[in-house]
């Protein structure tokens, strides 16, 4: 499950950022302690604390002495916020700069993205079920 092309720390705090975006850690809950996720990883804790260091500077976070580390109120709106505006970035804004050069017009982008949001809806609710 680790990338070898990218820091583990980041990969650490990424899954957890996306441990809370999708509510598997509510916010109060406590987190996996820097030595499970090294046990769990195979590497060393302080590559793990560094992963989780970075959470808490960012306020998603923080510590309870002596008991370990916690979800901050908050920290999953605040995830969502930010990813929202870095997938307008990354992805929708590129997509309208290419519709543009092609000549789709706003009305041909949102029909194109709605039917294929709608056939990737359909294909992934279909195998929830199976």
Known sequence: ?????????????ERIEND????TLAEE?????????AAFYRINPATAAKGVNRLVEDGILYKRRGI??????GARDRLRARRREEFARQYVQPLVQEARKL????KQLTDMIEST???????TE????Q
Request: glycine content about 8%; overall charge negative.
């Open 126 to 129: 279909g195998s929830v079920a």
């Open 20 to 23: 809370i975006v999708e509510a």
């Open 117 to 123: 949001y709608t056939a990737t809806q359909d294909t």
């Open 29 to 37: 809950a406590q987190v996996p302690s820097t030595n499970e996720f």
């Open 1 to 13: 499950m680790i990338d070898e092309s990218r820091p583990i720390f980041l990969q650490i705090a």
């Open 68 to 73: 370990g580390m916690f979800v901050a109120a």
């Open 103 to 106: 000549g789709i017009g706003i």
